[in-house]
């Protein structure tokens, strides 16, 4: 199939979609990708002039093999109205709540959080969107500077303005960030205390199902005030805030050793502190989400994956 050269695109685009053999979409993803620009010009072509049933699986393969970057300037226009088109009635919203790790910032000070997390090249995004390409797609990229140097820039996405109505927390509306190569690599617990620092509060949250592992941690003015976490040692660092204290006074008799230091589920901690990641409901969502890069050089159409809007 590679020796046919372009026309083998053609033969190979149908079977793109075969939602039955797996295995199939890899290989032929392979061959794509050795056949390199002679593959990207075929498929360009096809997006400009048909075959009309080859258009679809020709765009999704374009931005597998080279992101948004390989699009011509009508498609790309084409789905930032898409983007815009979804934007107007996505809610309700729902971002993971089975497992990850994520951020949360007050949402009044996103301009601040993006300053501290160094972030560049934001665009609008549906929530869908959003999360498979922080959490499902690829998200970090490895490339060189100006100065020829290796570096590897990470895609993430930050999320509507969700409300609270805790009367505990005078913040009423908090963006939440995924980003599993960014945080991954470049440490939760620091970036929610440099957030802290510029916002005034932030937290990081884990849920692992593989090790049976939760962490939630709370900084406040760039410094940890309370966390948790199920291998640390201790466990529980910082005194009890509020929250804790009620799980603790309202125990019952079978409750009272689970809550007797605190609360060690991160979305408990979640739901009393910030938000609880899962359905947002439509009267307390606000504003659209963002994907944004982490180097300037490295915008988001560099990012490799097809993503659904």
């Not at 802290?196 to 932030?202: T, V």
Request: glycine share 8%.
């Amino acid at each position: 199939m590679v020796a046919l050269g372009a026309q083998g695109v053609d033969r190979l685009l149908p079977y793109m979609h075969d939602g039955e053999r797996a295995h199939l979409r890899l290989d032929i993803k392979s061959i794509f990708e050795r056949l390199g620009d002679e593959a990207l010009g075929r498929l360009r072509e096809i997006r400009r002039e048909g075959p009309g049933n080859l258009r679809g699986q020709a765009l999704e393969v374009l931005a597998d093999l080279g992101g948004a970057e390989t699009f011509d300037e009508v498609d790309r226009r084409a789905v930032e109205r898409l983007v815009q088109i979804k934007l107007k009635d996505e809610w309700p919203v729902r971002v993971p709540s089975e497992a990850g790790r994520w951020l949360a910032f007050p949402a009044d000070r996103l301009e601040d959080a993006v300053a501290a997390l160094g972030l560049h090249d934001l665009r609008p995004a549906t929530t869908v969107m959003g999360v498979a390409a922080a959490t499902r797609a690829t998200d970090s990229l490895e490339f060189q500077d100006a100065q020829g140097k290796a570096r590897t820039a990470y895609r993430v996405f930050i999320t509507p303005a969700f409300e609270t109505w805790l009367s505990e927390v005078p913040i009423q509306n908090w963006c939440l960030l995924w980003g599993n190569s960014f945080i991954d690599q470049l440490d939760g617990f620091a970036w929610a205390d440099r957030l802290s620092e510029r916002c005034g509060e932030a937290h990081f949250y884990v849920i692992a199902p593989y090790n049976s592992a939760e962490n939630w941690y709370v900084s406040r003015e760039g410094r940890r005030v309370r966390s948790f976490g199920s291998y640390d040692h201790p466990r529980f660092r910082g005194e009890p805030l509020p929250f804790e204290v009620e799980y603790r006074e309202d125990a019952d008799e079978d409750e009272a050793e689970e809550y007797a230091e605190g609360v060690p589920y991160a979305l408990t901690a979640a739901d009393n502190l910030s938000v609880e990641p899962g359905r947002m409901p439509a009267s307390g969502t606000h504003g659209h989400g963002w994907l944004a890069s982490t180097h300037p050089d490295v915008p988001n159409s560099r990012f490799k994956g097809a993503l659904p809007v």
